[in-house]
């Protein structure tokens, strides 16, 4: 705190373009993941855009290169451009890709100003009422921001926020979508991702009972038939035939049977966010959530992202947790293990170890010495 209230005295009254190489002390803070650092210098007017750099750099970038999605989103709120470049010509998603920070690039391609959402929440022309009610906004922001398009994600998000789980609640939200969607299409650069993610909202059924048939696994193998079908028939349905982004989901999963990969949710996560879903991280079994790190006790197959989840999921799963706990048996029985070492026998592995490591230190200093001369 001592070192905040310093910073606030005395930092903020420098011209922060003029330290070492151009970084300012937000594109320091963003890059190091101070996410309280970054919260105290934005509300003390940070420049956000500056891009004095020595190579052109913005905070937005060293944020995405931290891979802290909330730093990235924190910049992205505060007003930061998202296609300024940087001496080689790249933009912050072009760099946050390019070291592998996906998510922070998921974030920055799938950002949407509240500004432009709080629009609707003040009555326009001759309205006697705004077409959405001001605490609707916040709610219906996070939905739009979300980058996980489960549709079992979005229904509990739905269900998170007491305000959304009411019919008409839903409507006006579905026709501010609508309006914005009507905007994208008439904008030369399109939000394609915005009017997926509108579409796939447009659903007033009785939530609970939704969640179960998208989760609801046939009795054959687990999957969940009734969810493939629904993101299909969202994408069949969705009305600009001319976007690029419909085409590409169509080609993708026309050929493709039911059952078989790839399923529609992945073939939309990668559209949508440019991540290959299901290949590089865990994902929660319930609600396709990135990073799922809860195994069911049983079968040991199926990964939860929380202990609501595998609840949620259980109805189902329990149909074929024995068959995939007995499937894991018997591949740990036919897996070959490795015999325990004798004393003697870890003794000789422990110094041949220990041999080779004085070898390459010995030839790590040969190196050293023939660089020097």
């Known amino acids: 705190l001592r070192i905040l209230n310093c910073l606030h005295t005395h930092l903020l009254k420098f011209s922060f373009p003029s330290l070492l190489y151009g970084m300012t002390p937000l594109m320091h803070a963003a890059y190091k993941g101070k996410a309280d650092m970054c919260r105290l210098l934005l509300q003390n007017g940070a420049d956000v855009n500056c891009n004095q750099h020595e190579y052109g750099y913005t905070a937005l970038m060293f944020a995405g290169l ?19 470049v940087n001496s080689v010509g790249r933009t912050a998603a072009q760099m946050a890709a390019f070291v592998g920070q996906h998510d922070c690039v998921t974030v920055i391609n799938n950002f949407f100003s509240r500004a432009r959402l709080e629009y609707y929440t003040r009555p326009q022309g001759l309205e006697r009422e705004p077409k959405l009610p001001p605490g609707l906004a916040g709610p219906l922001h996070k939905i739009i921001m979300t980058t996980n398009l489960n549709p079992v994600k979005i229904v509990m998000l739905v269900k998170e926020n007491p305000v959304l789980v009411d019919v008409a609640a839903l409507e006006k939200c579905y026709q501010v979508m609508d309006l914005l969607c009507e905007q994208c299409v ?24 939704l969640v179960k048939s998208l989760l609801r696994g046939r009795d054959s193998d687990g999957f969940p038939q ?17 976007a690029t982004l419909l085409q590409q989901l169509v080609r993708s999963i026309a050929p493709v049977e039911i059952g078989n990969d790839p399923t529609a949710f992945s073939v939309l996560t990668q559209a949508l966010t440019g991540q290959m879903a299901f290949v590089d991280a865990d994902y ?10 809860k195994r069911c006790s049983l079968c040991k197959a199926v990964i939860y992202c929380s202990l609501s989840c595998q609840k949620l999921h259980w109805f189902t799963h329990k149909k074929m947790c024995r068959s995939l706990q007995d499937q894991n048996d018997a591949l740990e029985k036919d897996t070959p293990r490795l015999k325990e070492l004798k004393d003697d026998e870890s003794d000789l592995v422990m110094e041949t170890a220990n041999f080779l490591q004085e070898l390459c230190l010995r030839a790590e200093e040969k190196v050293a010495a023939a660089g020097e001369s």
Do not use: H, W
């Not at 008439?186 to 609970?208: H, S, T």
């Open 66 to 84: 931290s891979g802290k999605t909330d730093i990235t989103s924190m910049m992205l709120d505060a007003g930061a451009e998202t296609d300024l």
């Open 186 to 209: 008439k904008q030369q650069d399109m939000n394609e991702v915005l009017k997926c993610l509108a579409f796939l909202q447009k659903r007033d059924d009785k939530l609970d009972a």
């Open 226 to 242: 009734y969810q493939e079908k629904f993101i299909r028939d969202c994408i069949r349905k969705f009305p600009y035939c001319e």
């Open 284 to 293: 929660c079994a319930t609600c396709g959530e990135r990073g799922a790190d």
